[in-house]
Structures are given as C-alpha cells and as structure tokens.
C-alpha cells in the first residue's frame, strides 16, 4: 500500500488548508487511517485518525480538536484533514498512515505512530505571516 499526500502549502494564521490521503490500487476503506505531523526537532505526533469503513469513529489530539476534521470520500478513495484556524504551531510535515486493523479502542494508541504500518512521504504546512 503506497500513501500520497497533498495539499500542504503557505498560509497565513487563521487560514484554512485541506489536506488529502491517496492509495493507488487498494481500497483506503480496508484501512483505519490517521494523520501525523512532525515539526523541526520534535517528535512525531498524532493529529488525528478515522476508522475503517463502518462506524466513522474518529479520534484528535486536544491542540486541534475544535480547528481540525478529518474525513472519508470513499467515492474517491481520499482521506482527508479539514485545517481550519491554523496556527504558527501548526507548521510541521503532515503524514497520513494506514492501519491494516480496526482503530484501538485506546485513544493514545490510536494516535500512536507504532500501530500503523503504512506511511506516505508527507506534505509540508507552514503557517506564517
């Protein structure tokens, strides 16, 4: 299962990004899937994750609940994470990732990067003015 992400970019504090998870030739619907990012000199963190197809479980870290929303298209085969009300502490490389079982029932598991095993290359998001 190959990831790719899009739709990083320049914004300035308080604006609005969207940013997508593709899969070429699987089913994303198969996966649970979750959204990382990753600032200069800081760990990785969870930003949030969605779970397989069925109950629309969905699960973020306490910095973005309320700004950020992650989403299925299944028609297109997309993941998406809705960032509204960016922040300069927002600024990092975002991940998505795949988990090939359902979500943990552990809210910290799930947002850990050791329970997913598939990973795309990132996209960059700077909030700047």
């Known amino acids: 299962l190959q990831l790719v992400e899009s739709g990083g970019g320049l914004v300035q504090p308080g604006g609005s990004l969207r940013l997508s998870c593709a899969a070429s030739?699987?089913?994303?619907?198969?996966?649970?899937i979750g959204w990382f990012r990753q600032a200069p000199g800081k760990e990785r963190e969870g930003v949030s994750c969605i779970s397989r197809q069925g109950d629309g479980v969905t699960y973020y870290v306490d910095s973005v609940k309320g700004r950020f929303t992650i989403s299925r298209d299944n028609a297109k085969n997309l993941v998406y994470l809705q960032m509204n009300s960016l922040k300069p502490e927002d600024t990092a490389v975002y991940y998505c990732a795949a988990h090939r079982y359902e979500l943990p029932e552990s809210v910290m598991r799930a947002l850990s990067s050791y329970e997913y095993d598939f990973w795309g290359q990132g996209t960059q998001v700077t909030v700047s003015s």
């Open positions: 030739g699987y089913s994303l619907d198969n996966y649970a």
